[in-house]
């Protein structure tokens, strides 16, 4: 199965990546866009523009390294924890649910949740900032309760596709999640 | 993008898909709305308007039609939920200011409260109570939007002080250019004409409404070797609790086998207590404090005589609960209670201690001889005067009647403020208004309406709980909701 | 537009619920509002009485512009303190015995108080006073005298807004405190203790005495009662006009604006009022239920 273009909520371009490695082994990626190059420009030129301002007034040099080292941090620790390039869930019958996002600097997370603690996978509403939005969610069981949901998992948080993507990939989950 | 072609085929019955949408749709030739009931007040909160809006709700459902209400959070509850028969309940995280009233800036609420209205393809906008802040915010954003808009006032306000000057004042301004306002009675209506100086034609009255099943005679749980006369409301001055703390002592010394069950909570209660303490009646007078709305028939069914004491009310639902339980019924003649009940079942009295001994004696007396019509008779006669099909049938007529009219475009929006409402008050608000659009520009530029995912539909034409009832997913309502949508989304 | 169908003519409408009735329920019959009453229990004003009542707050305003201009005269050292305290003590006799006769024309031995105790009051009020005066004569030293003005000022101001001119007798604690406040203000700036002591005397009688026996005036001799506070206004205008003209001036303008001007306003704007009543107010409680609890 090949790329397939959606949006986010807020309307900028993600990718879905479904790849089917055996009839109940399924890998769902999404991609968001890469970092612009444009973006990172308007944020560096904006923070040494006030550092610029700054050092005018004060006529003090610190301000300048401050601010070259301020961006380039900033863009380090952004990659790193904040921009995640894609985030992919991988669904094995009889197994379990891995849930891995990648950063934009390449650090991954992964986790993974058993088939015998998984409830089912659904599609949920939630208030979001000023925006009411759908998102994919795995239920949690109860340990005491079989019946009864203890927590719920959100995915793809940060690429946060809209309706259409949410329901092709919640329905192959639902075909392998039926068989076993 | 099914979605899209949905969208437009709510609106037009002839293009249905027969699939998913109930049987009524398919009798019914009449148009179907999506509805939209914004009230600050909705469960938890417990009270009549509460009521009102989820019975209103379930019958409309019923009748085919689309219907999600929007209110604020409480406490943990925020979020989305689902009520029985798919009733979508918005509660959205507004502050809470006064009394379950959110603050209002007129502007705060816009994000949330048009994302509810885009993503549920709002037709109509039904909003309750003229306490609810929410309410009135919700049909400046709505007639913003252009959206059609209806106002449910619950309640009577006086003219005479300051305080209710400035809430008529705003009231003239929310009301002034909603498409129609429905009161529960018709002084309400006469009330509310004056205080939003309102043509009259766009004013219907439609009663409230109580579910007899819910309320059916027991006489078995009497106790004949006296007589008990039921009070249930809150403890409070506007409730009459002063002319109860006078009256229990004028009766409870003349008839020796007269009891009072007063049911109930409030500042006021100090008033029975110390009555209570000084006249000794503690083992004829009990106080069972505030009560379950399931426990109120429990109580009513105890007793031979409901008293209402009320200093106003627009609508009185005690009342009418009162009979349904075949109790007779005296009350003070305020407010729209004369209208409520055929004068056979209701005793009305001045709002004084004599009158309402008087009326109660007179009560009293005919019990004794025997010659009060049996509690099943009277609840013959009360239980299909006001039933919430009839409400919501009424509701209805008024949602078509709107439906065709026009929302007032900007520049006629602000005329109507500036020519109805003063020049003071109308120019302010219309300079709101003015504000509240280029707001509203300016996030349909941020999130434009076409990146907002349509709600999949649980109620209405192609609501989908239906197929929910008869799938064996029921453990949870939300999955379950999902996967009956699943088909339907796909194709 | 117009309601949703023609009505019946033959079924009238009746204001009821519980009845399904042939009309629309936008219907508006002809008896709508028809229970709607305006300015119920509205009292019509005659200019003349309202005017006789005004009269009370001219006197009291002339009340103050006489006690500042013996104040005035005092500071001057125009009037002995000697002479203040016999001319009050004869007022205050004068005015004891008129309150006694017209007590007793209407409720005969009903007061509750005996000549005695007035007496024992007006002795330790005179006493501690009088024993207080060189205190008080010294308290405010060390404010600057505009201060003391400024102050002055306000309390009378404020006496004379918070004075019950409905029920001045007894005259309200926050006005009697005030008046007395600016007083011992004013006092303070005489020469001697002794001015002092004849000043407060003095406010006692202007302050706390005089509308107790106008009140009374007001109640038994509705006549004389307008006459007496014509008089104050006089002698206030007077008193001051010999000290400052412009003053005198004024005071006679504001006394008008009060008794003359602002009642015929008051009669003017009266066929404005636009009160609406109806089945929709609140009721009102009018029986006192108090006698249940206590």
Same mark, same amino acid.
């Given at each position: 199965?090949?790329?397939?273009?959606?949006?986010?909520?807020?309307?900028?371009?993600?990718?879905?990546?479904?790849?089917?490695?055996?009839?109940?082994?399924?890998?769902?990626?999404?991609?968001?866009?890469?970092?612009?190059?444009?973006?990172?420009?308007?944020?560096?030129?904006?923070?040494?523009?006030?550092?610029?301002?700054?050092?005018?007034?004060?006529?003090?040099?610190?301000?300048?390294?401050?601010?070259?080292?301020?961006?380039?941090?900033?863009?380090?620790?952004?990659?790193?924890?904040?921009?995640?390039?894609?985030?992919?869930?991988?669904?094995?019958?009889?197994?379990?649910?891995?849930?891995?996002?990648?950063?934009?600097?390449?650090?991954?997370?992964?986790?993974?949740?058993?088939?015998?603690?998984?409830?089912?996978?659904?599609?949920?509403?939630?208030?979001?900032?000023?925006?009411?939005?759908?998102?994919?969610?795995?239920?949690?069981?109860?340990?005491?309760?079989?019946?009864?949901?203890?927590?719920?998992?959100?995915?793809?948080?940060?690429?946060?596709?809209?309706?259409?993507?949410?329901?092709?990939?919640?329905?192959?989950?639902?075909?392998?999640?039926?068989?076993? | 993008?099914?979605?899209?072609?949905?969208?437009?085929?709510?609106?037009?019955?002839?293009?249905?898909?027969?699939?998913?949408?109930?049987?009524?749709?398919?009798?019914?030739?009449?148009?179907?709305? =999506?509805?939209?009931?914004?009230?600050?007040?909705?469960?938890?909160?417990?009270?009549?308007?509460?009521?009102?809006?989820?019975?209103?709700?379930?019958?409309?459902?019923?009748?085919?039609?689309?219907?999600?209400?929007?209110?604020?959070?409480?406490?943990?509850?925020?979020?989305?939920?689902?009520?029985?028969?798919?009733?979508?309940?918005?509660?959205?995280?507004?502050? %809470?200011?006064? =009394?379950?009233?959110?603050?209002?800036?007129?502007?705060?609420?816009?994000?949330?409260?048009?994302?509810?209205? %885009?993503?549920?393809?709002?037709?109509?906008?039904?909003?309750?109570?003229?306490?609810?802040?929410?309410?009135?915010?919700?049909?400046?954003?709505?007639?913003?939007?252009?959206?059609?808009?209806?106002?449910?006032?619950?309640?009577?306000?006086?003219?005479?002080?300051?305080?209710?000057?400035?809430?008529?004042?705003?009231?003239?301004?929310?009301?002034?250019?909603?498409?129609?306002?429905?009161?529960?009675?018709?002084?309400?209506?006469?009330?509310?004409?004056?205080?939003?100086?309102?043509?009259?034609?766009?004013?219907?009255?439609?009663?409230?409404?109580?579910?007899?099943?819910?309320?059916?005679?027991?006489?078995?749980?009497?106790?004949?070797?006296?007589?008990?006369?039921?009070?249930?409301?809150?403890?409070?001055?506007?409730?009459?609790?002063?002319?109860?703390?006078?009256?229990?002592?004028?009766?409870?010394?003349?008839?020796?086998?007269?009891?009072?069950?007063?049911?109930?909570?409030?500042?006021?209660?100090?008033?029975?207590?110390?009555?209570?303490?000084?006249?000794?009646?503690?083992?004829?007078?009990?106080?069972?404090?505030?009560?379950?709305?399931?426990?109120?028939?429990?109580?009513?069914?105890?007793?031979?005589?409901?008293? =209402?004491?009320?200093?106003?009310?627009?609508?009185?639902?005690?009342?009418?609960?009162?009979?349904?339980?075949?109790?007779?019924?005296?009350?003070?003649?305020?407010?729209?209670?004369?209208?409520?009940?055929?004068?056979?079942?209701?005793?009305?009295?001045?709002?004084?201690?004599?009158?309402?001994?008087?009326?109660?004696?007179?009560?009293?007396?005919?019990?004794?001889?025997?010659?009060?019509?049996?509690?099943?008779?009277?609840?013959?006669?009360?239980?299909?005067?006001?039933?919430?099909?009839?409400?919501?049938?009424?509701?209805?007529?008024?949602?078509?009647?709107?439906?065709?009219?026009?929302?007032?475009?900007?520049?006629?929006?602000?005329?109507?403020?500036?020519?109805?409402?003063?020049?003071?008050?109308?120019?302010?608000?219309?300079?709101?208004?003015?504000? =509240?659009?280029?707001?509203?520009?300016?996030?349909?530029?941020?999130?434009?309406?076409?990146?907002?995912?349509?709600?999949?539909?649980?109620?209405?034409?192609?609501?989908?709980?239906?197929?929910?009832?008869?799938?064996?997913?029921?453990?949870?309502?939300?999955?379950?909701?999902?996967?009956?949508?699943?088909?339907?989304?796909?194709? | 537009?117009?309601?949703?169908?023609?009505?019946? +003519?033959?079924? +009238?409408?009746?204001?009821?619920?519980?009845?399904?009735?042939?009309?629309?329920?936008?219907?508006?019959?002809?008896?709508?509002?028809?229970?709607?009453?305006?300015?119920?229990?509205?009292?019509?004003?005659?200019?003349?009485?309202?005017?006789?009542?005004?009269?009370?707050?001219?006197?009291?305003?002339?009340?103050?512009?006489?006690?500042?201009?013996?104040?005035?005269?005092?500071?001057?050292?125009?009037?002995?303190?000697?002479?203040?305290?016999?001319?009050?003590?004869?007022?205050?006799?004068?005015?004891?015995?008129?309150?006694?006769?017209?007590?007793?024309?209407?409720?005969?031995?009903?007061?509750?108080?005996?000549?005695?105790?007035?007496?024992?009051?007006?002795?330790?009020?005179?006493?501690?006073?009088?024993?207080?005066?060189?205190?008080?004569?010294?308290?405010?030293?060390?404010?600057?005298?505009?201060?003391?003005?400024?102050?002055?000022?306000?309390?009378?101001?404020?006496?004379?807004?918070?004075?019950?001119?409905?029920? +001045?007798?007894?005259?309200?604690?926050?006005?009697?405190?005030?008046?007395?406040?600016?007083?011992?203000?004013?006092?303070?700036?005489?020469?001697?203790?002794?001015?002092?002591?004849?000043?407060?005397?003095?406010?006692?009688?202007?302050?706390?005495?005089?509308?107790?026996?106008?009140?009374?005036?007001?109640?038994?001799?509705?006549?004389?009662?307008?006459?007496?506070?014509?008089?104050?206004?006089?002698?206030?205008?007077?008193?001051?006009?010999?000290?400052?003209?412009?003053?005198?001036?004024?005071?006679?303008?504001?006394?008008?604006?009060?008794?003359?001007?602002?009642?015929?306003?008051?009669?003017?704007?009266?066929?404005?009022?636009?009160?609406?009543?109806? +089945?929709?107010?609140?009721?009102?409680?009018?029986?006192?239920?108090?006698?249940?609890?206590?």
């Amino acid at each position: 199965m090949g790329e397939e273009a959606f949006t986010d909520i807020s309307g900028k371009a993600i990718s879905l990546n479904c790849q089917s490695h055996s009839s109940f082994c399924r890998e769902f990626t999404v991609s968001s866009s890469k970092v612009s190059i444009g973006k990172v420009l308007v944020y560096t030129c904006s923070v040494w523009l006030l550092a610029y301002t700054v050092f005018f007034f004060t006529e003090n040099t610190a301000v300048l390294s401050s601010a070259i080292l301020i961006t380039l941090v900033g863009m380090m620790l952004h990659i790193h924890f904040v921009k995640v390039d894609h985030e992919s869930l991988l669904v094995i019958g009889s197994l379990g649910i891995q849930v891995s996002s990648s950063y934009a600097s390449g650090r991954e997370t992964t986790s993974f949740i058993e088939m015998s603690k998984i409830k089912d996978i659904v599609i949920n509403e939630a208030i979001y900032m000023h925006q009411i939005i759908y998102y994919l969610s795995v239920l949690l069981k109860d340990a005491s309760d079989p019946n009864a949901v203890s927590s719920v998992v959100p995915l793809f948080q940060s690429s946060k596709p809209r309706m259409n993507c949410l329901v092709k990939v919640y329905k192959s989950c639902q075909e392998i999640l039926s068989k076993c | 993008m099914g979605h899209r072609r949905r969208a437009a085929a709510v609106n037009n019955p002839s293009s249905q898909r027969v699939s998913g949408a109930p049987a009524e749709a398919v009798r019914v030739p009449s148009r179907k709305h =999506n509805i939209c009931m914004v009230s600050d007040f909705f469960y938890p909160n417990m009270g009549g308007v509460e009521s009102h809006i989820y019975q209103l709700s379930q019958c409309l459902i019923e009748k085919g039609h689309k219907v999600v209400i929007a209110t604020h959070a409480y406490g943990r509850r925020k979020g989305i939920r689902y009520l029985t028969n798919g009733l979508k309940v918005y509660y959205l995280p507004l502050q %809470v200011m006064y =009394n379950q009233s959110t603050a209002t800036t007129c502007f705060h609420s816009l994000p949330l409260l048009r994302c509810v209205f %885009v993503r549920e393809r709002i037709t109509v906008v039904h909003a309750h109570s003229s306490f609810s802040a929410m309410a009135h915010d919700a049909l400046f954003h709505a007639k913003t939007i252009g959206l059609n808009t209806i106002f449910t006032d619950h309640s009577l306000f006086g003219f005479a002080d300051v305080s209710s000057v400035l809430t008529n004042k705003l009231l003239t301004v929310s009301l002034c250019d909603t498409n129609h306002i429905v009161c529960v009675s018709y002084t309400s209506k006469e009330n509310t004409v004056l205080r939003a100086a309102l043509n009259p034609e766009i004013v219907s009255v439609i009663p409230n409404a109580v579910d007899p099943t819910d309320f059916t005679p027991d006489p078995s749980q009497r106790q004949d070797n006296r007589i008990t006369i039921v009070v249930i409301s809150r403890l409070v001055y506007r409730k009459g609790i002063d002319l109860l703390g006078g009256i229990i002592p004028e009766l409870c010394l003349k008839h020796p086998d007269l009891h009072f069950l007063i049911g109930g909570e409030g500042p006021k209660r100090i008033v029975l207590e110390e009555v209570r303490e000084k006249y000794q009646l503690h083992d004829r007078v009990r106080l069972l404090g505030a009560l379950e709305h399931k426990d109120v028939c429990g109580v009513l069914v105890q007793g031979h005589i409901f008293l =209402n004491t009320s200093l106003t009310e627009a609508f009185c639902m005690a009342i009418v609960e009162g009979a349904s339980c075949g109790l007779q019924v005296v009350s003070t003649r305020v407010g729209g209670i004369p209208e409520v009940l055929p004068e056979d079942l209701i005793t009305l009295c001045e709002p004084t201690v004599r009158s309402l001994c008087a009326g109660l004696e007179t009560i009293i007396a005919r019990h004794r001889s025997g010659s009060v019509p049996s509690p099943a008779s009277i609840h013959a006669c009360v239980q299909n005067l006001y039933t919430w099909r009839n409400v919501a049938e009424r509701t209805e007529k008024v949602y078509d009647r709107v439906a065709g009219e026009e929302v007032l475009p900007l520049h006629r929006r602000l005329q109507r403020l500036r020519s109805h409402c003063g020049p003071v008050a109308g120019s302010i608000f219309a300079f709101v208004a003015v504000l =509240n659009y280029l707001f509203l520009l300016l996030l349909q530029w941020l999130v434009p309406d076409r990146f907002m995912d349509k709600a999949v539909d649980a109620t209405g034409p192609l609501g989908l709980w239906k197929q929910e009832q008869s799938s064996k997913h029921r453990a949870l309502s939300k999955s379950a909701t999902k996967k009956a949508a699943e088909p339907k989304i796909s194709r | 537009m117009g309601p949703d169908s023609a009505p019946d +003519p033959a079924v +009238p409408w009746r204001k009821v619920l519980w009845e399904r009735q042939p009309f629309p329920d936008n219907y508006v019959d002809q008896r709508f509002l028809e229970e709607l009453r305006r300015n119920e229990g509205i009292r019509q004003y005659r200019y003349w009485s309202v005017v006789k009542e005004a009269g009370f707050v001219g006197q009291q305003l002339s009340c103050v512009a006489i006690f500042i201009t013996l104040w005035l005269y005092m500071e001057q050292g125009r009037l002995s303190p000697e002479t203040l305290l016999w001319t009050s003590l004869v007022c205050a006799l004068l005015g004891y015995g008129l309150y006694q006769a017209l007590t007793s024309q209407v409720e005969p031995g009903c007061g509750p108080r005996t000549r005695l105790a007035d007496l024992q009051s007006a002795t330790i009020f005179l006493s501690f006073t009088f024993g207080f005066s060189p205190v008080l004569k010294t308290l405010t030293e060390s404010v600057s005298t505009d201060t003391v003005y400024a102050m002055s000022a306000m309390m009378l101001l404020a006496h004379l807004v918070s004075f019950p001119y409905a029920q +001045p007798s007894p005259p309200g604690s926050l006005s009697l405190n005030a008046a007395l406040f600016a007083s011992v203000c004013l006092a303070s700036r005489l020469p001697g203790a002794l001015h002092t002591f004849a000043m407060l005397s003095c406010a006692l009688l202007v302050f706390a005495l005089w509308p107790c026996l106008l009140q009374r005036l007001r109640e038994n001799a509705p006549c004389q009662f307008a006459g007496v506070c014509l008089g104050v206004c006089i002698v206030g205008v007077g008193g001051l006009g010999f000290q400052s003209p412009g003053g005198a001036v004024l005071l006679a303008l504001a006394l008008m604006s009060v008794t003359l001007l602002c009642p015929l306003l008051l009669v003017r704007l009266q066929r404005h009022k636009d009160n609406i009543q109806g +089945p929709w107010d609140e009721a009102e409680i009018h029986e006192d239920l108090s006698r249940f609890l206590h």
